[in-house]
């Protein structure tokens, strides 16, 4: 873990906790050549270790298979999906930009007709595959950003639900789990804000209930770099030696990104006492220190 997804989990456990509720611990192991069993073995110690502790779980995306293959066969009984044979330097030569960090993807493969499909399937690409998305504008108050819109058709395209290996999509994967385990809140980073509008229309057609959404500011390094792995000195083994402690680490991101009054060390649980979601600036990026 990095102090970025550190910051992400402990507002998560805290907006839940804070209101009586559970955390659900999700492995979501969709890619499967790189989620390692040793990965997953340390990312459960770190959040142990952090006082970050779940009610229910681990559920791993590796077993739903069968739940996810029902919800797409569900939308191509409906004639909603259709086989996309672009490769990503085709999305990129010919994609829009996005409003958030992906491209939007301009139709390409929505009409072929059957000879060209043959065609291409002659030439030995393997499909992805792909959701209709209609002239529709999705809209959804989020506890922290406020009131967002996304027009499908313009400001996303038609979106993936099954990859060209396979396996299911991030987006249709999420969206089947949150409703199987009882997800009713959802805390996570603005930069996946545009993902949202795809995930409640996903719901629709599905008949799922819709979580409420929180998307929090991101942790940025300098200019407005986005904390990531590369960033060796935000890692939590860096972190621990440059702060000693667990809670040295909590109560220094808690007080940076407006969670607590100061940087003091903390617990978890120290921290409800003072915890509000008011305190969120939706708008701006928080700059690690």
Same mark, same amino acid.
């Given at each position: 873990?990095?102090?970025? +997804?550190?910051?992400?989990?402990?507002?998560?456990?805290?907006?839940?906790?804070? *209101?009586?509720?559970?955390?659900?611990? $999700? &492995?979501?192991?969709?890619?499967?050549?790189?989620?390692?069993?040793?990965?997953?073995?340390?990312?459960?110690?770190?959040?142990?270790?952090?006082?970050?502790?779940?009610? $229910?779980?681990?559920?791993?995306?590796?077993?739903?298979?069968?739940?996810?293959?029902?919800?797409?066969?569900? !939308?191509?009984?409906?004639?909603?999906?259709?086989?996309?044979?672009?490769?990503?330097?085709?999305?990129?030569?010919?994609?829009?930009?996005?409003?958030?960090?992906?491209?939007?993807?301009?139709?390409?493969?929505?009409?072929?007709?059957?000879?060209?499909?043959?065609?291409?399937?002659?030439?030995?690409?393997?499909?992805?595959?792909?959701?209709?998305?209609?002239?529709?504008?999705?809209?959804?108050?989020?506890?922290?950003?406020?009131?967002?819109?996304?027009?499908?058709?313009?400001?996303?395209?038609?979106? !993936?639900?099954?990859?060209?290996?396979?396996?299911?999509?991030?987006?249709?994967?999420?969206?089947?789990?949150?409703?199987?385990?009882?997800? +009713?809140?959802?805390?996570?980073?603005?930069?996946?804000?545009?993902?949202?509008?795809?995930?409640?229309?996903?719901? +629709?057609?599905?008949?799922?209930?819709?979580?409420?959404?929180?998307?929090?500011?991101?942790?940025?390094?300098?200019?407005?770099?986005?904390?990531?792995?590369?960033?060796?000195?935000?890692?939590?083994?860096?972190?621990?030696?440059?702060?000693?402690?667990?809670?040295? /680490? /909590?109560?220094? &991101?808690?007080? /940076?990104?407006?969670?607590?009054?100061?940087?003091?060390?903390?617990?978890?649980?120290?921290?409800?006492?003072?915890?509000?979601?008011? +305190?969120?600036?939706?708008? &701006? *990026? /928080?700059?690690?220190?």
């Amino acid at each position: 873990m990095h102090a970025g +997804n550190i910051y992400a989990a402990l507002t998560a456990w805290l907006v839940a906790k804070s *209101q009586g509720g559970d955390i659900v611990l $999700r &492995i979501e192991d969709l890619d499967r050549d790189r989620s390692k069993p040793k990965y997953i073995d340390a990312v459960q110690r770190d959040f142990e270790m952090l006082g970050l502790t779940w009610d $229910r779980g681990p559920f791993f995306q590796h077993d739903r298979d069968e739940a996810y293959a029902a919800a797409f066969d569900s !939308l191509k009984e409906r004639g909603l999906i259709y086989p996309c044979y672009c490769t990503r330097a085709d999305l990129h030569a010919a994609s829009a930009p996005h409003r958030g960090e992906k491209l939007v993807y301009p139709g390409t493969c929505r009409l072929l007709s059957a000879e060209e499909r043959a065609a291409k399937e002659a030439s030995g690409r393997r499909p992805a595959m792909r959701l209709r998305t209609p002239e529709e504008v999705i809209s959804f108050h989020d506890s922290i950003q406020g009131d967002y819109s996304q027009d499908l058709e313009r400001d996303c395209g038609d979106f !993936l639900v099954r990859r060209s290996d396979q396996a299911f999509a991030y987006q249709l994967a999420v969206v089947v789990d949150d409703a199987a385990q009882g997800v +009713n809140s959802v805390v996570r980073g603005v930069d996946l804000l545009c993902s949202t509008p795809q995930q409640i229309y996903l719901q +629709n057609l599905l008949s799922l209930p819709h979580p409420i959404y929180g998307h929090i500011p991101l942790l940025v390094a300098e200019r407005d770099r986005r904390l990531s792995k590369r960033d060796h000195d935000a890692s939590l083994d860096a972190l621990l030696v440059r702060f000693g402690s667990p809670e040295a /680490i /909590i109560g220094h &991101i808690a007080g /940076i990104a407006g969670l607590a009054p100061t940087t003091e060390p903390a617990t978890p649980e120290q921290l409800l006492s003072c915890f509000s979601l008011k +305190n969120l600036h939706g708008r &701006i *990026q /928080i700059a690690w220190i």
